[in-house]
């Protein structure tokens, strides 16, 4: 393993794959720091290229893109006060309360000093713990194969934000995509009007242009008033290049402690599927006010606070990598979009993955290790150049985007009629945003539904009909267990404190 690993790393060395892996970098910087651009939507547009890329070389770029997207999310929300992802709302909170206060560069320092030290540990954790988890995951059979499966489609539907009905109903609406087409187990074809175009389904790129990159065109095009306004403030003085480096009076106030506990947060975080950068991002920030020795600083522009949620949402990369490579489960929605680039090159996410592939997946795990220093070398190098990309003309980019969505959709599938699934998945999306509705269980929903009912179906028949037989299997019912108790913890605790501080106060 080691050797392979080794071997990883020297496969950076080749030029081909190094460009690759700062082209994704590079790419991850500018999609995380455009508000409304992400990670997520970055890696979807990519997704159609990959057909002719090297294995290695597709993975690499992949990995440069998650873990810069996910730190370039916070660019914006300290300078503008507007994030250009989820995972950089947190810091946005202290990060830009120090920006106001003249010490803006000081912050994008700390940010990106933090991202990098979560993203290393991170990846060291990627490394130390895939193949052991793949090795356990090779004695699951068919029941415990579907407990976890459903512990994934519920926690995905628990964690999301807001109402549990709405989050309830957009994994339902992706669950119900993925049946649409040829039955997996009797060659029939399902829910497809009589349409040939639907018997052979709805592709995983359609489903995934349509969610993000549409979704996400027609909610900024209904949204010029936001634009317009971080065009506004992005008009600042440039500060210097050795003026984004964290100070050591800045780092001791922030402390060991914290960035070892947010890292190792964000690493648990990532490792559970639904869990994503935003949910690392807070809880490590939640924790870091609870044992700071000066709690009453966050929210007025805190480094500690800061460096806490920066360092967990870039810990989160490697470990929901390891659900995704050992299980086949995204941990958030860019591993989603990742599961979608290995089915390409024919590399099957799952537990035999790295036992038969291990060569060809460790350039990747090489990547995020690297793209964790590049996100700090990145602030020394372009830190000026952060604080106008908001003003780019957002007219062409938008179109550009639209452009690459469609033609990527019809590359993969050469089908007018995915790309019209692709808009009207996008105005669905779109309508769900709307109305209130998550975007990512619908999601995971298309990912995980043809896993959830192969996996149901299969253990049936083997029990002749007999549903005990998820509770007979001693590790099925153990996954059964944890997915009542993350609904309690997750859902039903949390509500009933609420209702009991309620009651309190009236």
């Known amino acids: 393993m080691l ?36 990670a997520t939507l970055a890696i979807a547009l990519l997704l ?19 873990m810069a997207g996910i730190y370039s999310g916070s660019i914006t929300g300290i300078t503008l006060n507007i994030p250009g992802a989820p995972s950089g709302a947190i810091t946005t909170i202290d990060g830009h309360a120090l920006m106001k206060k003249g010490e803006g560069p000081q912050a994008l320092g700390m940010s990106a000093l933090s991202s990098a030290f979560g993203g290393l540990i991170g990846a060291a954790v990627l490394i130390a713990l895939a193949q052991p988890v793949s090795q356990l995951a090779l ?15 519920v926690t995905v539907t628990i964690v999301a934000t807001g109402s549990l009905l709405k989050a309830a109903t957009a994994m339902a609406i992706g669950l119900m995509i993925s049946t649409v087409g040829i039955d997996p187990m009797v060659p029939v074809g399902r829910f ?90 807070f809880i490590a920030y939640a924790e ?12 007025k522009g805190s480094y500690e606070g800061l460096a806490a949620s920066e360092a967990a949402n870039n810990a989160m990369c490697g470990g929901a990598v390891i659900p995704l490579l050992t299980m086949g489960i995204p941990g958030d929605a860019v591993t989603a979009i990742i599961f979608g680039v290995l089915l390409i090159h024919g590399l099957v996410p799952g537990p035999a993955l790295l036992g038969s592939n291990f060569a060809v997946i460790a350039p990747m795990f090489a990547a995020l290790f690297v793209s964790s220093i590049l996100v700090f070398v990145s602030v020394l190098a372009f830190g000026p150049v952060y604080l106008r990309l908001s003003q780019i003309n957002r007219g062409l980019l938008y179109a550009f985007i639209a452009m690459i969505s469609m033609v990527g959709v019809y590359a993969s599938s050469f089908s007018f009629f995915q790309m ?27 990912i995980l539904g043809p896993y959830f009912e192969e996996f149901l179906r299969r253990s049936l028949i083997v029990s002749e009909g007999d549903p ?20 309690w913890l997750l859902r039903i605790r949390p509500a009933r404190q609420a209702k009991r501080a309620a009651a309190g106060e009236t």
């Open 3 to 38: 050797a392979q690993i080794a071997d990883g790393f020297l496969a950076l060395a080749l030029p081909v794959t190094f460009l690759h892996l700062i082209g994704g970098f590079l790419l991850g910087l500018v999609f995380g720091a455009i508000p409304g651009l992400t």
């Open 48 to 66: 159609p290229f990959t057909f002719g890329m090297n294995v290695a070389d597709a993975l690499v770029m992949v990995a440069g893109i998650y």
């Open 139 to 153: 004695l699951f059979q068919t029941p415990d194969k579907f407990s976890l499966v459903l512990l994934a489609i």
């Open 192 to 281: 497809d009007f009589e349409s040939y175009h639907l018997i052979e389904g709805i592709g995983l790129l359609p489903a995934v242009i349509g969610l993000f990159a549409v979704c996400e065109l027609i909610a900024q095009a209904a949204l010029p008033t936001a634009l317009s306004r971080g065009e506004a403030v992005a008009e600042i003085v440039r500060p210097r290049r050795r003026d984004f480096m964290p100070t050591r009076a800045r780092l001791k106030e922030v402390g060991p402690l914290t960035y070892a506990k947010s890292a190792v947060i964000g690493v648990l975080i990532g490792m559970l599927p639904g869990g994503g950068a935003s949910m690392a991002s």
């Open 288 to 299: 870091a006010k609870r044992g700071a020795r000066h709690p009453e600083k966050f929210g």
């Open 420 to 446: 019209w699934m692709a808009l009207a998945i996008g105005v669905l999306a779109f309508l769900l945003r709307v109305f209130g509705y998550p975007v990512v269980p619908a999601l995971m929903g298309v």
């Open 468 to 487: 005990t037989i998820f509770l007979t299997s001693p590790a099925s019912a153990i996954l059964l267990a944890l997915t009542l108790l993350f609904v």
